[in-house]
């Protein structure tokens, strides 16, 4: 069972701006960077964003990441075709001496 | 360019053991953390463990002891030995280069390996 919560599904119009939430506590999002990933079927998952807020080289800036306590978030804005994917949070659960992933968001258009 | 790919039998007998393995190319093996994540089918990613050059290892505890990490830096690769497995274990196997315990940026192309009789 993971122990970040994600959104299920976000489902959004081409060129807005979808936000994903990542749900931990205080033994991993609260004292650890956050990553995010995007996976597409079939395929294995992308480093999108890093150290909580830092783009890997060539990933747009249409992408961001944020935290604030216990709770991460990543940004997706102008949101276009290839943007439909499975997206995951992931960091290092202290009191587990572990990583984490979060439940995972999948993003569709409307 | 950092290259992994994963390898090994696709199909394994409930309570045999599972291995598999990480050949690393285009960056020292010598030079980083490395890490295996499993997906089940239709599901969410699940963080295995990983290992440094020097051997140096961390495990998911929910894995208990079933699971072995071990490298060949002569051969630049990882390897993951799971035991006593059953079809729970059913999963898109990947491994991951480790830039930072948060920083997976590099990822094999995954292997699924299916659990059954």
């Known amino acids: 069972q993971s122990v970040l919560t994600q959104p299920p599904s976000i489902s959004a119009a081409p060129g807005q701006k979808v936000t994903i939430s990542c749900s931990g506590s205080s033994s991993n999002i609260g004292k650890n960077y956050v990553s995010w990933y995007q996976q597409f079927p079939g395929t294995a998952p992308k480093l999108l964003v890093y150290?909580?807020?830092k783009r890997p080289s060539g990933i747009p800036d249409r992408f961001s990441g944020s935290k604030s306590g216990t709770s991460a978030t990543l940004d997706i804005t102008g949101l276009q075709t290839g943007d439909e994917a499975d997206y995951y949070c992931?960091?290092?659960?202290?009191?587990?001496?572990?990583?984490?992933f979060g439940t995972g968001t999948k993003v569709t258009f409307l | 360019q950092v290259h992994l790919q994963e390898s090994g039998p696709g199909l394994v007998r409930p309570s045999e053991t599972l291995s598999l393995t990480c050949t690393v190319s285009?960056?020292?093996?010598?030079?980083?953390?490395w890490t295996w994540i499993r997906q089940p089918p239709g599901k969410g990613l699940e963080w295995l463990g990983y290992i440094f050059y020097s051997g140096s290892t961390t495990y998911n505890p929910s894995l208990g002891s079933r699971l072995t990490i071990s490298v060949d830096s002569s051969k630049s690769q990882f390897s993951l030995t799971l035991t006593s497995v059953t079809a729970a274990d059913t999963a898109f196997y990947y491994c991951?280069?480790?830039?930072?315990?948060?920083?997976?940026?590099?990822w094999g192309r995954g292997t699924l390996v299916t659990v059954s009789s």
């Open positions: 991951a280069r480790v830039a930072t315990v948060t920083r997976l940026d590099y």
């Open positions: 992931g960091t290092w659960d202290s009191s587990l001496s572990a990583g984490v």
């Open positions: 285009g960056a020292s093996i010598d030079s980083s953390y």
């Open positions: 150290d909580t807020d």
